[in-house]
């Protein structure tokens, strides 16, 4: 079965860094996606980043654009999320996900979710 987990959260100043990763299988790198998508208390879901990895297509949504970012070690089926420069804002649980990219991302079905893990940034 598809299986997704997230690692590397955890409570970091503003300002600082965290390296997230998402350990995949279940799935062929060469034909999904994986998107790295967050939700704050109170907040929708919101789609930060994702990569196709057989290309090696990046995507970053406005908020985190030149602070984060995304890559694939594909040996290994993991995805990471650098995020440098972090800010409360940023607070949420970071949830990976894998989708097919027939679509131009963000317009994208997510498919399969990890069971998340945590960012605190404290000010």
């Known amino acids: 079965e598809v299986q997704l987990v997230e690692s590397g959260g955890g409570l970091v100043q503003a300002g600082g860094s965290l390296r997230l990763s998402c350990a995949a299988s279940g799935f062929s790198f060469d034909d999904y996606g994986i998107a790295w998508v967050r939700q704050a208390p109170g907040k929708e879901r919101e789609g930060i980043s994702a990569?196709?990895?057989?290309?090696?297509?990046?995507y970053y949504a406005d908020s985190v654009k030149g602070r984060f970012t995304i890559s694939s070690d594909n040996a290994k089926n993991t995805v990471h999320l650098q995020m440098n420069s972090l800010k409360p804002e940023d607070t949420a649980v970071y949830y990976c996900t894998n989708f097919l990219p027939t679509r131009e991302w963000p317009y994208v079905r997510y498919a399969d979710w990890g069971q998340g893990t945590q960012v605190t940034v404290a000010s």
């Open positions: 990569i196709v990895m057989y290309y090696n297509i990046t």
